[in-house]
């Protein structure tokens, strides 16, 4: 069984020692605590899902000359 100690507010200057009043705080911080998280998952942006960003024919030669360039450089080198 679990027991969670819940500070009282200040503003009602006694103690929670009724279960349903506990409750009903607990509540109400996860009411806080979802507004909270939906507010930041909409701040990452409009990209959804994570998904894989897909690149052009062209950028992918691009990147394809610069990695060769990368290792004719290297392989001179051990010359």
Do not use: C, Y
Not at 26 to 33: A, F, M, V
């Amino acid at each position: 069984m679990f027991l969670f100690a819940v500070k009282s507010s200040p503003i009602e200057g006694q103690h929670m020692t009724d279960l349903g009043a506990v409750v009903a705080q607990l509540k109400k911080e996860r009411d806080k605590l979802d507004r909270a998280i939906a507010a930041l998952n909409g701040v990452g942006g409009s990209r959804g899902g994570g998904g894989r960003r897909r690149l052009s024919a062209a950028a992918r030669e691009r990147i394809a000359a610069a990695q060769r360039a990368r290792w004719t450089k290297v392989k001179a080198k051990k010359r």
